[in-house]
């Protein structure tokens, strides 16, 4: 079977296996499959004990991959990797004077993603539903509020900067959006032995741009906004979009994109010609929220969807809450889920650790938020003085 991996300080352990053994024929068969063929110098075993991307991370047996990375380069360890017992390496260029046998392929970053899939047993494939959210901000409420959203069909989780949400509601702390392809492979293992038959995963722009989920295939995506973020990797904001808009590509073609209406950055996007839905508060939207009263610990309004009304009273604070329910709200209902069954589930929807988090109510109303981009931090301020009468401390 493969690993139950959880948390101890900043690295992941496996409670039992590393995933299944793989086959030298198996790694070569799904590469070439995919695209990505591989060309052996020198003879490699016939099996490899597990998969690593790190260096540090190699035990006996290992196939290592070598990433070229923003600062480091996996090909300049191909030598640390064979003495922690690597017995072959994926590569993109031949490296001269490395005892290891080396698979040559064109993108060592898909090799990855795909050979970390099929050790770990394809986790995604027996999934009823995966859906992707990516957007500067609201990802993280949206997969929350998507994964409670999907437990109408039965057991769902989420994954994104919060970790992993089984079904049960507990959390596992995570490090990265989206994690690398081993990371993102075992947590979907844990997922699925948690009990999970559906999952929601934040998708972030450098995952995009990074590979990390090209082996898998998603039921819906979300896109929530588009704001400044992330310019100190992506050249500029047209990169930054189209790196999210790669998420299209990984949409089945009988799929949906799920696109925030009220925002004019994806006007004019083909998304890959997937079917397009969108939502938001303006007549243009497919769903809408409409007759929208915002309070002190969140919001009434009506789902108007399918030219009928539901009344939603959603306990998460702030208009851009409002979004990010529609959102995955409208994911949900294309997926199959009906309006009316969603509008009464959004009043039992947990509150989001981080994310306009009410910590208390009386004697004064105190939240927490992680907000951090300019535009985040607006639209959490703005949303504060509506609410607040008197002074407001931050």
Not at 11 to 39: C, F, M, N, Q, Y
Not at 91 to 100: A, G, K, M, N
Not at 236 to 246: I, P, S
Request: aromatic fraction near 4%; charged fraction near 20%.
């Amino acid at each position: 079977m493969p690993a139950t991996v959880v948390a101890v300080g900043d690295k992941r352990v496996a409670e039992s296996t590393r995933g299944h053994v793989i086959r030298r024929t198996s790694v070569e068969d799904r590469l070439s499959a995919r695209g990505v063929p591989v060309s052996w110098e020198g003879e490699p075993p016939a099996e490899f004990a597990g998969l690593a991307v790190d260096s540090r991370s190699v035990v006996p047996g290992d196939l290592f991959c070598a990433i070229r990375g923003t600062q480091l380069d996996g090909h300049d360890f191909l030598d640390r990797a064979a003495a922690a017992g690597a017995t072959a390496a994926l590569v993109e260029r031949p490296v001269p004077d490395v005892s290891l046998p080396l698979g040559v392929v064109s993108d060592t970053r898909i090799a990855a993603a795909h050979v970390a899939s099929l050790q770990r047993g394809d986790p995604a494939v027996g999934l009823r539903l995966l859906v992707g959210v990516t957007g500067t901000n609201g990802k993280t409420t949206t997969v929350l509020v998507l994964r409670h959203l999907l437990g109408l069909f039965g057991p769902a989780a989420g994954l994104g900067t919060l970790g992993l949400f089984e079904p049960s509601g507990t959390r596992r702390p995570g490090h990265l959006t989206t994690p690398g392809p081993v990371e993102l492979m075992e947590d979907l293992v844990l997922a699925r032995r948690l009990g999970a038959e559906s999952v929601a995963m934040e998708v972030s722009s450098h995952a995009l741009a990074q590979r990390r989920v090209e082996a898998l295939t998603f039921d819906g995506a979300v896109f929530t906004n588009l704001t400044r973020e992330h310019l100190d990797y992506h050249p500029d904001m047209r990169g930054y979009r189209e790196a999210k808009l790669q998420l299209a590509d990984r949409v089945t073609p009988s799929g949906v994109c799920v696109v925030n209406a009220e925002d004019p950055a994806w006007e004019g996007q083909s998304f890959a010609g997937r079917r397009v839905v969108t939502f938001g508060v303006s007549r243009t939207a497919h769903v809408r929220a409409e007759d929208v009263f915002l309070h002190e610990t969140g919001s009434r309004w009506s789902l108007a969807a399918g030219g009928s009304r539901f009344d939603v009273d959603l306990p998460l604070v702030g208009d851009f809450n409002v979004l990010n329910a529609l959102g995955a709200v409208t994911a949900a209902l294309e997926l199959g889920l009906t309006a009316d069954a969603l509008a009464a589930r959004l009043a039992t929807v947990p509150q989001v650790p981080g994310r306009m988090e009410v910590l208390a109510r009386h004697p004064r109303l105190v939240l927490r938020d992680y907000a951090h981009t300019p535009d985040a931090y607006s639209r959490v301020l703005a949303t504060l003085r509506r609410m607040v009468r008197g002074r407001l401390l931050i």
